[in-house]
């Protein structure tokens, strides 16, 4: 009987040994969150998502993300009806959602300067030309209809003046400008290249202005902001990490815009790459002054920036070291 005690004795200890090494043994990987992106007509700003998921910070962040494409105002509609999670929309977008009953914010900025080109048909040089004639945008409530109206002022002349009519996707509206069925249409990259390479005249550069403007961001529900504040942060940071790679990486940038806008040509990829770091901010800071600028292009709305966007999720990811280990990571001047 002693000797058999003794023996028991010890399975106290060694059951406290087992289990500590259960304690570290590493637990089964949880299934990644997935989260639903749409994305309207595929562009340049869409490079820093492209990356992320190239690189594979998504899946570092625990998230499996679905890329869904349509066009740009059905996408909205999805996702204020909750449909799809993210949205990578424009500051003009949000606003025309907002004042018609809707509740979008813009969590992070993909591009900060208006990136449009306003291309006209043969013989259209002038406003002169251009009055009473048809003009070409993507959608309606888009950032190329907000730009259509910046032009049509530097034109010195009005919505009024024209017929404004949304042809898509951006190459039927390029075909339709080469034949004269509209007289001017807005483009942005990769179309501007193409557009540029074969002959269509330029009638207004807004690109080349360096306007400050809210182009294109992230969108979501206001309202999911504080249920799903994790997961948004945690997009936030896979798509900065997107930029760092990007921005350091040009061969696998450029091989990546080759890959999802289909285009070959190494001139139209140079300069495509080229307009995404110059409009891109890095960190997917949302500029103040890009805000007013977009804003001051309608009346009658508020004016009060909070109700379009919120930074504090950026704030937030900031605060956290996340930036400052990137810039340890990529070492970008």
């Known amino acids: 009987m002693p000797q058999l005690s003794s023996k028991f004795s010890r399975l106290p200890a060694l059951a406290m040994v087992l289990l500590g090494l259960c304690a570290k043994a590493p637990l089964a990987s949880a299934d990644p969150l997935v989260l639903k ?3 309207a007509e595929p562009s340049n700003s869409d490079l820093a998502w492209w990356m992320a998921d190239v690189g594979g910070f998504f899946a570092k962040q625990g998230l499996k993300v679905e890329f869904i494409p349509g066009d740009g105002n059905r996408g909205l509609k999805d996702l204020q009806a909750g449909r799809i999670d ?3 929309r424009g500051l003009s977008n949000i606003v025309n959602v907002n004042r018609s009953g809707g509740d979008l914010r813009l969590i992070g900025c993909l591009g ?10 043969p013989g259209v040089n002038s406003s002169a030309d251009l009055k009473g004639g048809v003009v070409a945008i993507s959608n309606f409530g888009s950032e190329g209809d907000s730009a ?4 049509l002022k530097q034109l ?3 919505r009024d003046d024209v017929t404004i009519k949304e042809v898509s996707p951006s190459l039927r509206a390029m075909a339709a400008v080469q034949s004269g069925e509209v007289k001017a249409v807005m483009l942005s990259e990769p179309f501007t290249s193409l557009a540029r390479a074969q002959g269509i005249h330029v009638l207004i550069d807004l690109n080349a202005q360096n306007i400050p403007w809210l182009f294109t961001g992230i969108a979501v529900q206001h309202g999911a902001i504080a249920s799903r504040r994790d997961d948004f942060k945690k997009f936030l940071r896979a798509t900065i990490e997107g930029n ?5 990486n040009p061969r696998l940038a450029k091989e990546t815009l080759a890959k999802e806008l289909k285009v070959r040509d190494p001139r139209a990829l140079e300069i495509a790459y080229n307009d995404y770091k110059h409009q891109t901010p890095l960190n997917a800071d949302l500029s103040a002054k890009a805000a007013a600028n977009t804003l001051a292009a309608f009346s009658g709305i508020s004016t009060r920036v909070d109700d379009y966007i919120d930074g504090s999720l950026l704030e937030e990811i900031r605060q956290e070291g996340f930036v400052d280990e990137l810039q340890r990571k990529f070492k970008l001047p």
Do not use: E, N, W
Not at 112 to 121: E, H, L, M, P
Not at 244 to 248: E, H
């Open 244 to 248: 760092y790679l990007a921005f350091s």
């Open 148 to 151: 259509a109206t910046l032009a």
């Open 86 to 88: 993210i949205m990578h």
């Open 112 to 121: 900060d300067k208006v990136r449009f080109v306003f291309f006209s048909a």
């Open 37 to 39: 992106a749409g994305i």
């Open 156 to 158: 010195g002349l009005t």
